[in-house]
């Protein structure tokens, strides 16, 4: 069918309306459910996020706890040298000894620790920014669904279907609308869009010789569908 760009894309928007309305589809449908699939994937992954927060918040603790006792435990190991300086007792000295010696086998212990800790930190906190970035993401492609939804549901609102479909058909030639209107009393679509191998009017996927030859139709001219009839917008 011999049909410009201008007019392909109305006889497409003609077509989606009144399909719209013999299925009787609710407006915006498959924009709520994108929507709500980015919602829930959204929770899921705020949870992730405060999960990974809240275990760096709790190795934080044990960082600052292990600091604190590592503080006390200079502190009484200067006390202990301050001891032995002035000490002359001999059994004074042994504790002192010995206190200082168990001071710096713990000092050792915390000091592992606070080694272990701050490697184990850096890769939650690099967890945590990795969780974040999903979730900027995600929080973007929410937007851009929310937008889509706004979008379907205030052009169906904004304009009345009926209305709409009929201004579509006043835009279109009588031979065109013939054609069209033939096509849909018998499969039920007149005309489809058409991206990647599949018919958007029967979803079959084409082999290689009908792309070939869709592909290859004039862009002043509709192709149909090899299976069922539909006339193909390439898109």
């Known amino acids: 069918m011999k049909i410009s760009r201008a007019q392909q894309q109305l006889l497409l928007e003609l077509a989606n309306l009144e399909r719209t309305q013999d299925l009787g589809i609710q407006p915006g449908r498959e924009e709520q459910k994108e929507v709500d699939r980015l919602t829930a994937e959204r929770d899921r992954q705020q949870e992730v996020a405060a999960s990974a ?46 206190d200082l010696a168990t001071a710096s086998r713990r000092m050792s ?53 009926k ?40 979803h079959i996927v084409l082999p290689p010789a009908a792309l070939s030859e869709i592909r290859n139709t004039p862009a002043d001219e509709m192709p149909r569908c090899p299976d069922c009839g539909t006339f193909l917008v390439r898109v």
Do not use: W
């Open 53 to 98: 927060q809240l275990n760096v918040a709790d190795v934080e603790l044990d960082i600052r706890r292990i600091q604190d006792d590592m503080a006390k435990l200079q502190r009484r190991q200067a006390a202990d040298r301050e001891g032995l300086g002035a000490a002359t007792d001999i059994d004074q000295r042994r504790d002192l000894k010995h």
């Open 109 to 161: 212990d915390l000091q592992q620790e606070l080694k272990e800790a701050h490697d184990e930190i850096a890769a939650m906190r690099a967890n945590v920014d990795r969780h974040g970035a999903l979730l900027d993401d995600i929080n973007r492609k929410l937007e851009a669904a929310q937008r889509a939804l706004e979008a379907a549901v205030s052009t169906t609102v904004g304009t009345d279907k």
């Open 163 to 202: 209305s709409r479909i009929s201004e579509l058909r006043s835009e279109l030639s009588v031979s065109i609308l013939e054609e069209y209107d033939e096509q849909r009393a018998i499969f039920g679509v007149g005309a489809a869009p058409f991206k990647g191998r599949a018919c958007g009017g029967c």
